[in-house]
């Protein structure tokens, strides 16, 4: 790997610090065109891209199937609203609606979006069908969940970042520690409408539950009439190993929350898939968004859709995996304290006295490899699921080099 060359690079970064609001701490990394693994930047530099839009490029950049479907997509007719129909709609929530295993799905744009659909529609099927009192309605969520970024979503935050200074905050939510059953079956009474937690919590480190865990819950709440809602927006679509993270431990969730990768890396996708006795409550006027299920983002989540199909990105995520696991593991006691982690996706904590999160990732960008750090000394690495062996093997070696392992 060359060492990276500031050319274009430096007034790049400074007219991006100078124009926009500080609410990231990017790398100084200014990307100029991407394909599969690997992006290029202005100054013609490579790396390895070791972070895939926080998994919304589990495809990849630019993934032919996906690129050409928003291709043919943009010569027809890219939006209709929802006041009409088109052609895409149709197919598109058929196909994910089978994928899932759902009677329903109802589309939006991004994550959190979507997160804030489920919110709602769990309320009212607590009203009109569990018999929740009005107004009085709960949801159980986890501690240092992750889950967007609107006003009522960092209501039920613990991250002091995420949540200070922006209340008042949404009340209805109750947190409980994450993969504790026991805190759990306490947090539930009859006023309890939903449980919403990550199958595995991505943003706060890559934390694998313990096992048993969502069994756990999906019992939990069939026996107390609540709905279990996975948000699966980060752990879905192939990441892990298999469609979706839930399906490890051969748990259904009553909705499945997705987005990032359901948008192939082109355009923003995110839907709610639940059973008819659920996203049923809904009638014409109560909910919607102007760009959800527009007509390109059903084209192109269709080509998400048709290359989950084969089974194909979940079977490389699981052995890619396993090579990425077993070899990270080697590094442990060696300037690594912990991994963590299933399929393509690993949480890494750094020895805290050998370097913070952000210099591992500064130093491995300039060996050619983009990650990010998330909280302190934890570096998160999601390759795209197309990587090669010989890619995780690289990305690995440069993790060993700047930890001097
Ligand atoms: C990223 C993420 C979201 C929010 O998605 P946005 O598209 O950024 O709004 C919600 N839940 C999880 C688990 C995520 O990782």
Redesign the pocket.
């Known amino acids: 790997m060359t060492a990276v060359v500031p050319g274009l690079t430096a007034p790049a970064v400074a007219e991006a610090e100078r124009w926009t609001a500080h609410n990231y701490h990017p790398l100084s990394v200014v990307i100029a065109d991407a394909s599969g693994a690997w992006v290029t930047d202005v100054d013609g530099n490579r790396y390895l891209d070791c972070l895939a839009g926080?998994?919304a490029l589990n495809f990849g950049h630019r993934h032919p199937a996906l690129v050409a479907a928003a291709r043919e997509q943009l010569d027809r007719v890219t939006l209709t609203s929802r006041a009409f129909l088109h052609d895409q709609f149709g197919p598109f929530c058929r196909e994910l609606a089978e994928l899932c295993g759902t009677d329903l799905v109802l589309p939006m744009n991004?994550?959190?979006?979507a997160?804030e659909t489920a919110i709602k529609v769990a309320r009212k099927w607590g009203y009109r069908v569990k018999g929740v009192p009005d107004g009085k309605a709960t949801i159980v969520v986890a501690e240092n969940n992750?889950?967007?970024?609107t006003t009522t979503i960092i209501s039920f935050s613990t991250d002091p970042d995420a949540r200070a200074d922006y209340g008042p905050y949404t009340p209805g939510f109750r947190i409980v520690p994450y993969g504790d059953l026991d805190a759990l079956a306490a947090a539930i009474d009859e006023t309890t409408v939903a449980v919403l937690i990550?199958p595995i919590q991505?943003?706060a480190g890559v934390l694998v539950p313990p096992p048993g865990y969502l069994p756990g819950v999906r019992s939990l709440c069939t026996s107390h009439d609540v709905l279990f809602i996975a948000?699966e927006?980060?752990?879905g679509l192939g990441r892990t190993g298999a469609t979706f993270a839930c399906d490890h431990e051969g748990v259904k969730p009553d909705m499945y929350?997705l987005?990032?990768a359901l948008g192939g890396g082109v355009v923003?996708v995110?839907a709610v898939a639940a059973s008819r006795s659920v996203l049923g409550v809904l009638r014409p006027g109560e909910h919607g968004s102007t760009f959800g299920g527009n007509p390109l983002a059903c084209a192109v989540g269709r080509a998400v859709v048709h290359l989950l199909r084969s089974g194909e990105f979940q079977e490389r995520a699981l052995a890619l995996g396993s090579q990425l696991h077993e070899r990270l593991g080697e590094l442990v006691g060696k300037g690594v304290t912990a991994v963590r982690g299933r399929g393509l996706w690993a949480g890494v904590d750094i020895d805290p006295e050998l370097m913070t999160g952000r210099q591992a990732c500064e130093r491995l960008a300039e060996r050619g490899v983009l990650v990010k750090d998330t909280h302190g000394s934890t570096i998160r690495l999601a390759p795209p699921l197309v990587v090669t062996p010989e890619e995780v093997d690289l990305a690995v070696d440069a993790l060993s080099a700047i930890l001097g392992s």
């Open positions: 926080y998994s991004t994550g959190a979006e997160v992750f889950h967007g970024r990550e991505g943003e948000d927006v980060q752990s929350v987005g990032k923003p995110s």
